[in-house]
């Protein structure tokens, strides 16, 4: 389950941001897709409160560790959820 943790691209990634990835990936752990929404919302929103921002890349990767595992109508829940919410924090953040 935690084989994310072994991506390459893992390493790369800021130790602070990597804390909140852990923490969101095991509070995800079992979710369905539906449930991931709120998850995902908490994160990101407690992450650009300490003024953390994640990048696109890390963003992707921080998917397809939610979607690990997951059956392809959940992965494709997860998607249409993330496309929502992405749409709201651009209008959030946009300034």
Do not use: C, V
Not at 27 to 39: D, N, Q, V, W
């Amino acid at each position: 389950m935690n084989d994310w943790m072994n991506n390459p691209a893992m390493k790369n990634i800021d130790p602070i941001k990597l804390e909140l990835i852990k923490t969101a990936a095991s509070k995800t752990s079992g979710k369905s897709g539906k449930e991931l929404a709120p998850i995902m919302m908490a994160l990101i929103s407690g992450a650009n409160k300490q003024g953390i921002r994640f990048t696109p890349e890390e963003m992707t990767l921080i998917l397809d560790i939610l979607k690990d595992g997951k059956s392809k109508e959940e992965r494709e829940q997860i998607d249409r959820t993330i496309n929502m919410t992405s749409s709201l924090f651009r209008k959030h953040n946009g300034k």
